[in-house]
């Protein structure tokens, strides 16, 4: 199960952290992602991170903006959001895939096999 919390409403330039928290699953048997969704447009990738934090890979908009991370002993992965704009305004959701693929495979949703229910990020102008 995953649980994806930290979310809310913040003016354009702001910070957020996002935090997804992993229970009853092997934390350290997946890599984990970040996606979201905005009204009426499908679902995107963020970021995403090995098993170790060894391999990281970024969406072309979240590059030098955002900084995804984990923490294997709480079982937590972690978004850091700066420079915020109203373009990110969305439903944002972590997700864990199992091992086994390059990094960059993990920028569609079809290697991940949990999802959390997703937190609501609010840019305003």
């Known amino acids: 199960q995953l649980q994806a919390y930290g979310g809310g409403t913040v003016q354009a330039g702001g910070s957020l952290r996002l935090s997804c928290a992993a229970s009853?699953?092997?934390?350290?048997?997946?890599?984990m992602g970040w996606f979201r969704q905005a009204p009426g447009k499908e679902r995107e990738f963020v970021a995403t991170?090995?098993?170790?934090?060894?391999?990281?890979y970024y969406a072309e908009s979240s590059k030098g903006r955002f900084t995804i991370s984990r923490d294997n002993v709480k079982n937590t992965a972690y978004l850091q959001m700066t420079s915020l704009k109203p373009e990110d305004t969305a439903a944002y959701y972590c997700?864990?895939?199992?091992?086994?693929?390059?990094?960059?495979?993990?920028?569609?949703?079809?290697?991940?096999?949990?999802w959390g229910q997703g937190t609501l990020v609010t840019v305003s102008s």
């Open positions: 009853g699953l092997r934390f350290t048997s997946y890599v």
């Open positions: 997700a864990a895939g199992g091992q086994g693929y390059h990094i960059t495979k993990y920028s569609v949703v079809d290697p991940y096999d949990y």
């Open positions: 991170i090995n098993w170790n934090g060894g391999s990281i």
